[in-house]
C-alpha cells in the first residue's frame, strides 16, 4: 500500500510531470471537476431554496393545513362557520408536528376610491394569529394590533397600494355585499385605516388578499362570537404534510374536512416538483462529463508512463497494484478539483444569500431574487457521490494496465 501510493505521488509530482504532455490535460480535468461542483452546488442551492421559499410563502396565506366545513372547500369566501369550541383547539395534541393553529375567515369586497376600485378579499385574524410567518414580507409600517376591542386597521398588499394610490395612514373604505336580502339593499361599508403594506412576491395573493379583524367579517355574516371560517395548521416538517392531513382528519368531526396546500394550490406545487427532475438532470450531465475529462487524463497519463508501468511489471508488481497506482492519482486529481470548486461555489452562494445579486421575475418565480439553501448534508452528499462515480468510471479505462507488455514497453523505451 505505502509503495502504491509513493508511486501515485511522484506520478503526480515528479519532475518528468512537470514538462509532461499530460499536463495540460490533468489541469483541464481538474477544471472540469471544479466547475462541474461550482454548478453542482448553485443548481441544488438554488433549486431547493427556490422550492422552500414558495412552499413558505403559500404556508403563510393558509397555513399548511386547512381544517374547514365541506361547504368552504371549493370557495374563496367562508360561507359556513365553524366553532371555536372544538376538542382539537387550540392544541391538536393527538397529532405530532402540529406547532400552531389559528382562526380565520374571508369575505369578498370591493375598496373604492375618487377615481378608481379594486375587488379583494379581506382576511379576518383574530388574537391567536401567528403573525412570525408574515413579518418577513411587511415593507412599509407595521403589523395590526388586534386587541380586545375591534380594530379598524388593516394589512394591505403593495400591489393594491400601489394600483389605488394608497400610503400608510390612508383610509381603505372597502363595500360588501348584503346575502339573503333584497339585491336594492345597501351594502356594508367598512373604513379601514392602513397601517402596513407587505409584499410576499406571489402575486397570485398579493393581488387581492389584505387582513383585517376577524370580528368585522363575524358581525357582517351575523355569526357567533366564537365561530371562524377555517383553521389554518401549521406543522413542522413539510415533508410529513400528507400524512399529518390525513392523521388531522382522523381527529376532527366528520362534519368537517382536511386540504393541504399542496392540493389546494396544486398547479404551484406540481411546477416546484419539476425542478426536481432539472436537477437530477443537470447533475447527472456534470458528472458525466467531469468523468469522461477524467477519463481522457488517466489515459493520457497511462500511455505517457508506459515504460515505468513495464518496469513495474518486471519487477513483479501485479495488474491491480499498478491500476490502483493511477486510481491514487486520479483520487487525488478529483479531490483538488472538489476543494477549488467547493470553495468557489460556496462563496458564490454565500455572496447571494446576503446580497441577492442574481435576481428573478417574481411574476414568473414568485420571488424577486434567486433564493439559496445551504445545508452541509447536500454538500457531503455531492463531493462523495462525484468522487465514488467518477472513481468508478475510472476503473474500465484502468484495465488498460493490464494490456501492456513489459517487454515491448521497456524496448520502446
Not at 483538488?336 to 460556496?346: A, K, Q, R
Not at 414568485?366 to 462523495?384: D, Q, R
Request: contains cysteine.
Amino acid at each position: 500500500m505505502n509503495f502504491e501510493y509513493f508511486i501515485a505521488k511522484r506520478l503526480i509530482k515528479g519532475k518528468e510531470h512537470k514538462s509532461s504532455i499530460s499536463t495540460p490535460i490533468i489541469k483541464i480535468a481538474i477544471s472540469a471537476i471544479a466547475i462541474g461542483m461550482i454548478m453542482m452546488l448553485i443548481t441544488v442551492a438554488t433549486g431547493i431554496g427556490l422550492q422552500r421559499k414558495i412552499r413558505e410563502k403559500v404556508a403563510a396565506f393558509n397555513g399548511h393545513i386547512l381544517i374547514s366545513s365541506f361547504d368552504n372547500n371549493s370557495s374563496v369566501e367562508s360561507l359556513k362557520p365553524v366553532s371555536k369550541d372544538q376538542s382539537f383547539y387550540p392544541e391538536l395534541s393527538q397529532v405530532q408536528g402540529v406547532v400552531h393553529m389559528q382562526g380565520v375567515a374571508t369575505k369578498m369586497g370591493i375598496i373604492r376610491t375618487e377615481t378608481d376600485f379594486d375587488g379583494v378579499v379581506v382576511k379576518g385574524v383574530g388574537q391567536d394569529y401567528n403573525w412570525d410567518y408574515f413579518k418577513e414580507y411587511l415593507i412599509e409600517g407595521r403589523l395590526p394590533d388586534f386587541g380586545e376591542k375591534t380594530s379598524e386597521e388593516i394589512l394591505m398588499s403593495a400591489h393594491i397600494a400601489n394600483r389605488l394610490g394608497f400610503t400608510i395612514g390612508d383610509k381603505a373604505i372597502t363595500y360588501f355585499l348584503k346575502k339573503d336580502v333584497k339585491s336594492n339593499a345597501n351594502p356594508f361599508i367598512r373604513a379601514f385605516k392602513i397601517v402596513g403594506i407587505y409584499n410576499s412576491g406571489l402575486q397570485e395573493f398579493d393581488e387581492k388578499y389584505l387582513f383585517a379583524d376577524i370580528r368585522h367579517i363575524i358581525r357582517m355574516n351575523k355569526w357567533e362570537e366564537n365561530e371562524v371560517g377555517n383553521f389554518e395548521v401549521f406543522i413542522d416538517d413539510f415533508d410529513q404534510i400528507n400524512i399529518k392531513g390525513q392523521q388531522i382528519y382522523e381527529e376532527i368531526p366528520s362534519i368537517l374536512d382536511t386540504q393541504t396546500i399542496t392540493l389546494k394550490y396544486g398547479t404551484i406545487f406540481e411546477w416546484l416538483k419539476l425542478f426536481d427532475l432539472n436537477i437530477i438532470g443537470i447533475i447527472s450531465i456534470i458528472i458525466l462529463v467531469a468523468g469522461i475529462n477524467m477519463i481522457t487524463a488517466l489515459l493520457v497519463l497511462i500511455l505517457e508512463k508506459t515504460p515505468m508501468i513495464g518496469i513495474l511489471k518486471a519487477l513483479g508488481s501485479s495488474d491491480w497494484s499498478i491500476r490502483k497506482m493511477f486510481l491514487y492519482n486520479a483520487a487525488y486529481l478529483i479531490a483538488i478539483g472538489l476543494f477549488w470548486g467547493n470553495l468557489i461555489g460556496v462563496g458564490l452562494l454565500l455572496i447571494q444569500d446576503q446580497y441577492g445579486v442574481v435576481g428573478l421575475n417574481p411574476e414568473t418565480y414568485y420571488v424577486s431574487t434567486a433564493p439559496v439553501y445551504i445545508n452541509v448534508g447536500y454538500i457531503l452528499l455531492l463531493n462523495l457521490g462525484t468522487m465514488v462515480l467518477c472513481l468508478i468510471m475510472l476503473l474500465i479505462p484502468s484495465y488498460i494496465v493490464s494490456k501492456i507488455s513489459p517487454t515491448k514497453s521497456i524496448r520502446f523505451q
